[in-house]
Nanobody, 119 residues
């Protein structure tokens, strides 16, 4: 079955960096777009970034554009989210989702990884 396993979260100071990973299994990785979402405390889950199946097309939320980079390595069935210049408002649980560029996320989610930005 489809499995998505996030890792790489943690506590970081404002201005710092983290790189999240999402390891996938149970489907043909190269056939699918992938996305990162986040859920901040007291907020609804929101799209952070998506990458197409080819890796040639990416989209970002306005709040992270220029600071976050989504990428994928099909050989290891992993999608990444490089986060730089982190701000306290980036504090959230970050989730990987199979899919992207559609009107809504797919039903396939990872368990999430906590990112806390605090001094």
């Amino acid at each position: 079955q489809v499995q998505l396993v996030e890792s790489g979260g943690g506590l970081v100071q404002p201005g710092g960096s983290l790189k999240l990973s999402c390891a996938a299994s149970g489907f043909t990785f190269s056939d699918h777009a992938l996305s990162w979402y986040r859920q901040r405390p007291g907020k609804e889950r929101e799209l952070v970034a998506s990458i197409s199946s080819t890796g040639f097309t990416t989209i970002y939320a306005d709040s992270v554009r220029g600071r976050f980079t989504i990428s994928r390595v099909d050989a290891v069935k992993t999608v990444y989210l490089q986060m730089t210049n982190l701000k306290p408002e980036d504090t959230a649980v970050y989730y990987c989702n199979r899919g992207g560029f559609g009107p809504r996320p797919s039903d396939y989610w990872g368990q999430g990884t906590q990112v806390t930005v605090s001094s």
